[in-house]
């Protein structure tokens, strides 16, 4: 038993004695400044290839970065839990969020496309009739052209940005019927692909050879259409801070910003730059040209 | 029909039942390694992941997944063996002891997501812990103590009271009987329940998207110290683990090769989970040969 | 005299045993209490966000339960919001039952069958095969029921394939082994001289497993299928990929619906905390407490019945 004992000491004072040698050989540099970002899940790839550029670049600075949902990230912002709020949406646009103490610092424009299954056979619509079809007036592709096949609608989550987005712009305000609902636009995209006559919207990046994109009244929904507006399905993304942003903070979202980031990782990652823009807009939907790039 | 016949019909039927559940466990499995096994290679179970291109690997979401585990164990098992003890072989069968016991079995109804978000309210922002290993082993720790519980109380049950008298009438202490006799005799029981325990943590995804957060940063394996923030050791770190990272990569992933990373990773999982449950079976027979000394 | 002290004083120390053994109670009244301090913690938390819906957001309590309509974000004629969630109780409640229903022959089929007729295969095969379900991650499950399950059930009946049926049968396959493995536990406590007075009656094997084990083990059965039930009732990120989600009352078992959690999931990262649709959506996971106490209420009730017998 005394045997027993001993080695359990002996045991523990090494452990002890192995924790105090690691805490004083820690890298001091790396106990340096760190900050996180929470948020849309859409813009957290974009988010977290800079971050990790960046801290590869500023030994000594950690960037952690996660999702969790744009509401999450307005809702952290504005209690200061966290140092920047990732958003899909102006924050004036989420209830409950007082917008003008958060400072908003757009990174990136993202178009939105209504995307079709193949056997639907439908390559163009216009708006109204996209609005017919989201609001259950018409129920069968034939009713706007297409195969005969019922029309199966998937939304994405209510508050989700994208689904903000399309129903402002795509549908000019008008609610979808209720109706089959996702939160993610990979599931969105496989569903659609996989369900004959499904219809639903997602962000350029996420369409590719398993799905069929939708023209709006004739015009395609392309970059350079989106750059003029006339394409008018598209969002900013946004780096909610809680007032102005000050350390690496400011350092790291200057950095998103330049074109360090804007003509590199932005464009690979399926975003628009907002300095492409030839026009903006507000938090209210209002145009104005600005002479763009 | 006569009895004899009858007997032979219901024992049939059992043999179908059971090929049935095998079958599709094979299904299942079959369905899982033929679309992921062919992704499998060294660079993939090594290399960390990549956010947009091709040819990323799951190293270090997969040594999360271990050490997440780990650490989660470490912390619940204690606790629900001496709940469990306590609630079995000491508490009076009371209205008290009733409470509490449907109060565990309601909890463990709840979706992780919720279990998820009240360790982010709790651990992440209130404890100041971050986004971190820690926060995610404690998430996962309120997320497994009620079914550990539960099913060690039901290991312990199943030893009959024959023994606890044995125990007794030796002269031992009832805290000693239940050390030295009970526990030794429920070992492969209670291993059971800690396997399947186990690989329900394994494969959570919900509660920890909010608490160990859905980033892994690249890890550095020479680096075990676990104060710096690059060792795999360091449990404040963010920590996405194998299962997160399915589910991030079939939500929103952008890589070209999303679906072979997500079915080459639920093919490592399982995998993991097969070796994991072996081990944990052959440890479990040599600790009740041991301890038993049968 | 000073001997006698002594000695007095060696009787009536505590022994090594007895202080073992108020350690022992000690440590693990601890765990207990930490157990209960966590339970009370999350319930107090749900409680607490469930209920503000209706005291700080004046939700009456009966258009909740009863409405049918779930939009939180806007508000309806009266100036009301929208927050009816007859559909997702309705879809969850249809979904744990009908997947308990179907999963509950199996699983008491398997554990009879690894309990009594073929222990050996049971041990070496059964027992494995169900801890390894148990393994497979609820994400895998969603996406081979999304590839396989949704396509399958449009096929046969028709739809889009997603609804209820769709998600009954992903509940099955995992609720099976946790159902397994407890009835198998169930089973086991039953002592043996029970079935061998059985079987000295000349009763056959069958008799014996219907009569004498499976009575028996009534309440640790129904036990297992509870706890079945509470998986089923709380899992969320597979039923989400297959049932569809459209906060609709199911009309049919392969129309789009959904489920609390299911709700609950897809909308919480999009809310913020402390509006109404955050609110609303804890209310659900309230809702999703009261209806598992009230499932273990019953089944205890049924218990003690089987016991009196």
Redesign the interface.
């Known amino acids: 038993m005394s045997k027993k004992r001993w080695v359990q000491g002996l045991v523990l004072v090494v452990l002890v004695a192995l924790g105090v040698f690691a805490y004083q050989t820690r890298q001091v540099s790396h106990a340096g400044e760190s900050i996180t970002a929470v948020g849309s ?1 859409a813009l957290q790839p974009l988010v977290e290839a800079a971050g990790e550029q960046y801290t590869g670049e500023h030994l000594g600075t950690f960037i952690n970065v996660q ?6 990230g ?2 952290q912002i ?2 200061g839990a966290v140092q920047i709020g990732d958003s899909d949406l102006f924050a004036a646009e ?4 007082r917008a003008n103490e958060l400072v908003d610092h757009r990174v990136a424009v993202v178009g939105i496309t209504p995307i079709v299954n193949k056997r639907v056979g439908v390559q163009n619509l216009s708006t109204h009739q996209l609005i017919q079809v989201f609001t259950g007036q018409v129920t069968n592709w034939k009713q706007v052209g297409g195969a005969d096949l019922p029309i ?1 609608l998937i939304n994405r ?4 940005g994208t689904r903000a987005t399309f129903e402002q712009f795509g549908l000019m305000k008008h ?1 979808s019927k ?6 993610s636009s990979g ?1 969105v995209r ?2 659609v692909a ?2 004959p ?2 219809i639903s919207y997602v962000a350029f990046s996420y369409v590719d050879r398993t799905v069929q994109d939708v023209s709006l009244n004739h015009v395609a929904p392309t970059e350079d259409n989106v750059t003029t507006n006339k394409w008018p399905i598209w969002s900013y993304e946004h780096l909610y801070t809680k007032g102005q942003p000050t350390g690496l903070t400011k350092a790291f979202i200057a950095y998103v910003q330049s074109p360090a980031i804007q003509k590199t990782l932005v464009r690979q990652l399926g975003y628009l730059s907002p300095n492409q823009m030839t026009v903006e807009r507000n938090a209210t939907g209002h145009i104005t040209q600005t002479g763009g790039a | 029909m006569n ?2 016949t ?2 032979k019909v ?2 049939g ?3 179908g ?2 090929g ?3 079958l ?2 094979l299904a ?2 079959g ?2 390694l033929v679309s992921g096994v062919p992704q499998l290679s060294w660079h993939f179970l090594t290399a960390p992941g990549k956010a947009f291109l091709k040819g990323g690997g799951v190293g270090v979401q997969l040594f999360n997944s271990f050490y997440l585990l780990i650490l989660a164990m470490l912390i619940s098992f ?6 469990a ?3 079995y ?3 009076k069968d009371n209205w008290l002891t ?1 409470t ?1 016991r ?14 998820g ?2 360790g982010f ?2 651990f992440v922002v209130k404890l100041h812990l971050g986004f971190s290993i820690l926060s995610g082993a404690f998430a996962l720790t ?1 997320f497994n ?2 079914l550990l ?3 060690i109380e ?2 312990l ?2 030893i ?1 009271d024959v023994q606890r008298e044995g125990g007794l009438a030796l002269g ?5 009987t ?2 030295r006799v009970i526990l030794p005799a429920a070992v492969p ?1 209670i291993l ?1 329940g800690v ?2 325990s ?3 943590v ?5 509660a920890l998207i909010y608490t160990a957060g859905q980033s892994a940063p690249a890890l550095n394996f020479a680096d075990w110290n676990p104060f710096n923030i690059s060792s795999p050791l360091n449990p404040m770190r963010p920590a996405e683990t194998l ?1 997160v990272h ?2 991030k990569i ?1 939500s929103e992933g952008i890589m070209p090769d999303a679906k072979a990373i ?1 079915s080459g990773s ?1 093919a490592v ?2 995998i993991a ?2 070796l ?3 081990a944990a ?1 052959y440890l479990g027979k040599r600790l009740y040969k041991r301890l038993t000394s049968a | 005299m000073k001997s006698t002290q002594q000695l007095e004083r060696q009787l009536k120390r505590r022994s090594k ?2 202080k ?2 108020i ?3 000690l ?6 209490l ?3 301090a ?6 107090g ?2 409680a607490s966000k469930g209920i503000a819906t209706f005291t700080s957001n004046h939700v009456n309590l009966w258009d909740f339960l009863s409405g049918k ?6 508000t309806d004629a009266h100036g009301k919001p929208e927050v009816g969630a007859l559909p997702m109780i309705v879809g969850s409640f249809l979904i744990t039952i009908l997947s308990a229903i179907v999963a509950t ?2 699983a008491i ?2 554990a ?3 309990n009594e ?1 073929s222990p050996n ?2 041990a070496k ?16 499950y969603g ?2 029921g ?3 399950v ?2 399958t059930t ?1 096929a046969l009946f028709g739809g ?3 609804g209820i049926l769709s998600g009954t049968c992903v509940l099955f ?1 995992m609720i ?3 159902v ?3 009835s198998a ?1 169930a089973l ?2 039953v ?1 043996r001289y029970y079935r061998e007075a059985s079987l000295a009656l000349g ?5 014996t ?2 009569k004498v084990v499976l009575r028996a083990a009534t309440p640790g059965l129904m036990t297992a299928v ?2 079945g ?3 089923a ?5 597979a039923v ?2 297959v049932i ?5 009352m199911p009309n049919s078992l392969v129309s ?1 619906s ?1 489920t609390l ?1 299911s709700v ?15 609110n609303a959506l804890w209310s659900l ?1 309230l809702v ?2 009261l209806m ?2 009230v499932f ?2 019953i089944i ?1 009730l049924i218990g003690r019945k089987g016991r009196l017998q």
């Open positions: 899940t999702g969790g949902g744009t509401g999450t307005l809702s504005q209690e989420q209830k409950g969020i199966v989550a209510q508050g989700s609610r209720t109706a089959q609902e996702q939160d599931m496989s569903i996989t369900t006559g499904a | 009895s004899k009858q007997n219901a024992i039927g059992l043999y039942i059971a049935f559940v095998v599709i466990l299942l499995l369905f899982i204690p606790i629900a063996l001496g709940a003890i306590y609630l072989e000491y508490a009733t509490i449907t109060a565990i079995e309601i909890l463990s109804s709840l979706p992780s997501v919720v279990v978000l009240f309210l709790f309120f103590l009620p519980t539960r099913s039901d290991s049950r199943t009959s031992l202490s009832r805290w000693e239940v050390s029981s059971t396997i399947l186990a690989g329900r394994f494969g959570e995804a919900a299962a399915i589910w079939n997500s639920s999982l399982v989970i097969l994991f449950n072996f079976r | 045993a007895a073992l053994e350690w022992g109670r440590i693990s009244l601890t765990a207990l930490l157990i209960v966590v339970v009370v913690g999350i319930i938390f749900v309509n779930w939009n939180p974000g806007i022959p199996f089929g398997t009879v069958f690894m007729i295969k049971g095969i059964l027992q494995p095969v169900t801890e390894l379900l148990v393994g497979i991650p609820s994400v895998v996406f081979i999304l590839s396989v949704v396509p449009r889009s394939g997603f396959v099976l082994p946790t397994t493995s407890m536990d086991r406590a002592p009763a056959t094997q069958w008799q497993i219907y509870v706890f039930m509470a998986r009732f709380g899992e969320a990120l989400q990929m569809g989600n459209a906060a609709l789009p959904s959690t609950l999931t897809t909308g919480i990262g999009n809310t913020v905390m402390g509006s109404l649709q955050n996971a999703l407490l598992s106490l273990n209420l205890r």
